[in-house]
């Protein structure tokens, strides 16, 4: 695992369009596995900040509009919705594209280019204040991390590990959001 943050760190301070010749399904679900916890680690580790912003009345977490999209759907089609549609649609959108980009100083510029735009992207996901203009770089942090995440899982294997990386991650959340409050 830590030899997997240590290349996905390093990765990450210079992306390349460079797939790995390992094509080991063993050794591929290793890494993916890996970068899962990874994953949610990052989204745990930052979870306390927001808690802190609501907290302080900074943000109002009851009315995130991910909420209140799901509000009347059942647990299946949330997961359905969050755990596959969305990521597979975002994927297309945010990685598919970064094969087109051959040069190296191109892929650099577009890889961290399509990680921000998704990260940001997701600002639309809390109701527009000033205090969530001017916290945006914070509230959207979980999301540019995963997604340079999901970035390297795709040039490194693919576009279906980065489908599969992201549904796994949603659906790891939904699934704890699930679990009724005490």
């Known amino acids: 695992?830590?030899?997997?943050?240590?290349?996905?760190?390093?990765?990450?301070?210079?992306?390349?369009?460079?797939?790995?010749?390992?094509?080991?399904?063993?050794?591929?679900f290793k890494i993916f596995f890996q970068l899962l916890l990874i994953c949610i680690l990052t989204g745990l580790i930052l979870s306390p900040i927001f808690a802190l912003f609501d907290a302080l009345d900074w943000i109002y977490l009851k009315d995130h509009k991910v909420d209140m999209l799901f509000k009347n759907m059942t647990e299946v089609q949330i997961l359905l919705l969050g755990a596959l549609l969305l990521p597979i649609v975002e994927e297309m959108i945010f990685r598919a594209p970064l094969a087109l980009f051959k040069k190296a100083t191109?892929?650099?510029i577009?890889?961290?280019?399509?990680?921000l735009l998704f990260?940001?992207?997701?600002?639309?996901?809390?109701?527009?204040?000033?205090?969530?203009?001017?916290?945006?770089?914070?509230l959207v942090l979980p999301q540019i991390l995963v997604g340079a995440y999901f970035g390297y899982i795709r040039v490194r294997f693919g576009l279906l590990w980065s489908i599969l990386l992201h549904g796994s991650y949603n659906a790891v959340f939904i699934?704890?959001?699930f679990i009724p409050e005490f």
């Open 175 to 177: 699934i704890l959001s």
């Open 106 to 108: 191109t892929f650099k």
């Open 119 to 138: 990260g940001f992207m997701h600002i639309n996901n809390f109701e527009t204040t000033n205090s969530v203009l001017f916290l945006a770089p914070i």
């Open 1 to 28: 695992m830590i030899e997997t943050f240590k290349n996905l760190i390093g990765y990450l301070k210079n992306p390349v369009l460079k797939k790995d010749d390992n094509i080991d399904l063993k050794y591929r």
């Open 110 to 115: 577009a890889f961290y280019a399509f990680t």
